[in-house]
């Protein structure tokens, strides 16, 4: 019903910064709550930060706040994650995912829809 794109990754040094994008088909994107979630190579996927679909609270994992920042436009059916001052721990799949829900959550489980991911390379 939702399908999600990724765009905007890429490689980047330590310090540096890469904004992501997230486009939604439809145009119901409004009344979904959509997250940001990070997998490395052996690892478990992990939540980043998450935006709920109408009042614009977010959370973030403690491993990025302060340095990420999510945001979504509506209009253009998109969901950005501006990420600052990265570290090498920080390289990783990233992936959108949505829910049709005002509530967020930072179960991956939680979450309905998903995009294929975009690949962020973090050099020291």
């Known amino acids: 019903q939702v399908q999600l794109v990724e765009s905007g990754g890429g490689l980047v040094q330590a310090g540096g910064s890469l904004r992501l994008s997230c486009a939604a088909s439809?145009?119901?994107?409004?009344?979904?709550?959509m997250g940001w979630f990070r997998q490395a190579p052996g690892k478990e996927r992990e939540f980043v930060a998450a935006?709920?679909?109408?009042?614009?609270?977010?959370h973030y994992a403690d491993s990025v706040q302060g340095r990420f920042t999510m945001s979504r436009d509506n209009a253009k059916n998109t969901v950005y994650l501006q990420m600052n001052s990265l570290k090498p721990e920080d390289t990783a799949v990233y992936s959108c995912a949505s829910r049709r829900s005002v509530m967020i959550t930072t179960d991956p489980k939680n979450y309905a829809y998903w995009g294929q991911g975009t690949q962020v390379t973090v050099s020291s």
């Open positions: 935006i709920s679909s109408s009042n614009g609270t977010k």
């Open positions: 439809g145009r119901t994107f409004s009344s979904y709550a």
